[in-house]
């Protein structure tokens, strides 16, 4: 069955430091790939998106996100995080043909210590 | 251009009665798909419409409906609410087309559904 996990519900980091959430996948080909970022009471913005080509690719907000296919793994990063980056975090897989399906992940909740 | 908007915002209704959200999704986008949203379930697919055919529907009961006009604004209605229905409504467009090929979602800011 197609699916997304993110593995770590909360997640804790001080100011400064450096963020990596993980997405794993399950679909029968290599999906496009998403992750959105929800901050309380909001919708969800877009952070970035993978369909082709490079394997790390550019996003919003100082974000980045490396597709490995091998793994089927397509983990979110940052460098140095900024208190406002505190929200939630969601890793989504979409179809390429057939059947229009789009899948989030349970989310990722990111706290950021002063 | 204008973001995904979403009406009403908040919205408490009473267990029995039934409730109509409504989504203008940015124009030019035919796709408006429709999230529940709890702090126990998640992110939980409702359905999602292109030109006014909905081409795919999560695991909802039949008390939840939506459709989807030709100028792509879309409405869902629950029925009959239940407790359990109280929840953040999000609706989110895309410019995606024909086919099963998907493209990043825009979504709004969501209806806060509370049912007493």
């Known amino acids: 069955a197609q699916s997304v996990t993110q593995p770590d519900i909360h997640i804790t980091v001080s100011e400064g430091a450096s963020l990596e959430l993980r997405c794993n996948y399950s679909y029968g080909a290599t999906p496009y790939l998403f992750w959105y970022v929800q901050s309380p009471g909001q919708g969800l913005q877009l952070l970035l998106k993978y369909f082709s080509g490079d394997t790390l690719v550019q996003g919003i907000k100082g974000f980045e996100a490396e597709f490995k296919r091998s793994q089927s793994s397509f983990n979110l990063r940052k460098p140095s995080v900024h208190w406002s980056d505190a929200a939630e975090y969601f890793c989504a897989v979409g179809s390429t043909s057939g059947t229009y399906k789009y899948i989030f992940g349970t989310g990722t909740r990111l706290k950021v210590l002063a | 251009k204008a973001g995904v908007t979403q009406t009403p915002r908040y919205l408490i209704k009473t267990r029995g009665q039934q409730v109509t959200l409504s989504c203008s999704p940015i124009?030019?986008?035919?796709?408006v798909s429709w999230y529940q949203q709890t702090p126990g379930q998640g992110l939980q697919f409702l359905f999602e419409?292109?030109?006014?055919?909905?081409?795919n529907k999560g695991n909802f009961p039949g008390r939840f409906s939506g459709r989807q006009f030709s100028n792509s604004r879309s409405e869902m209605n629950v029925s009959t609410l239940e407790l359990g229905d109280s929840a953040l409504y999000l609706c989110?467009?895309?410019?995606?087309?024909?086919?099963?090929?998907?493209?990043?979602?825009?979504f709004g800011p969501g209806t806060r559904l509370t049912v007493t």
């Open positions: 419409y292109f030109s006014e055919t909905q081409r």
């Open positions: 124009s030019g986008h035919r796709s």
């Open positions: 989110a467009s895309s410019p995606a087309g024909r086919g099963g090929r998907t493209y990043e979602q825009y």
